[in-house]
């Protein structure tokens, strides 16, 4: 995967790298307050340092959990060349995580889910890829918006959470990794990646993702209280809601 454009959070740390000026200077400065009207004080109570100190703890502490996931992604996408090469794989990140997608061409024939034997060893490499990775593991299974209805799936959401199951189980009976890591879901064609207009693009929503997070929403918070700067528990209740957004809902 290729480096995304700057974030806003990037981007904020990119427009504030004046040596002269201090971090709490920095956070003054910034056009959101500006616009917002809002005038920095001369001496600022001890209360809105704390603020200031836990807003500049938070971006430092996104940013480098997004950069990250960057920098795995890049070394799992190489592991995976072949199989990203042949289409059978897509590796991309979304703020701290990493999705694996496992496309539909490949591992499952139309309407099953049964793997197909071709499979078989592209899974144990995921097996290993995994093994080397910390964190959750969510596998999220999604279809298009075709109907099906036949007595082993009455609907799509049954189709898509048994592809889900099937290769949470493949990843599992080898028992290289803890099945405590591993959460299962099934969307159906409630999430697509590409409007169901066409069948290349139905073709692309039908697919299983991996969803790696090293770094969980509650670990963060942790390593954020326990910061040198740590603030004040007081001051961190909203730590935990922001941490859990997904990166289009913070920015």
């Known amino acids: ?8 959070i990037k981007t904020v740390m990119q427009q504030t790298t004046d040596p002269n ?7 003054c400065d910034q ?9 920095c004080a001369e001496e600022l109570n001890e209360s809105e340092k704390s603020m200031l100190e836990l807003q500049e703890l938070l971006v430092s502490t996104v940013t480098e959990a997004n950069e ?11 592991r995976l060349e072949d199989e990203i090469s042949d289409e059978i794989i897509e590796i991309e990140t ?3 995580k990493i999705v694996i997608r496992v496309e539909e061409k490949g591992s499952f024939a139309s309407g099953s889910a049964r793997l197909e034997d071709d499979f078989l060893p592209v899974l144990d490499k995921l097996i290993d890829v995994l093994a080397s990775v910390s964190g959750r593991i969510s596998i999220e299974g999604h279809t298009d918006d075709v109907p099906i209805n036949t007595q082993e799936f009455p609907s799509n959401w049954d189709l898509s959470a048994k592809r889900a199951l099937v290769v ?3 990843l599992m009976d080898s028992g290289v990794l803890d099945s405590k890591r591993i959460s299962v879901s099934g969307f159906a064609d409630s999430k ?6 066409t069948a290349l693009n139905r ?4 697919r299983v993702e991996l969803v790696l997070e090293e770094k969980s929403a509650d670990s963060m918070r942790k390593e954020i209280q326990e910061s040198e700067d740590a603030i004040d528990a007081s001051d961190t209740g909203v730590l935990r809601e922001i941490l859990e957004l997904a990166p289009e809902e913070i920015f």
């Open 94 to 96: 979304q703020g701290r």
């Open 192 to 197: 697509p990646l590409a409007p169901n207009d």
């Open 1 to 8: 995967p290729g480096k995304p454009e700057p974030t806003p």
């Open 203 to 206: 073709a692309r929503n039908r």
């Open 68 to 78: 990250e996931a960057e920098d795995k992604a890049l070394e799992i996408a190489a």
């Open 21 to 27: 000026q201090t971090s709490l200077e920095l956070m």
């Open 31 to 39: 056009p959101v307050k500006k616009a917002a009207g809002d005038q």
């Open 168 to 170: 949470a189980h493949g």
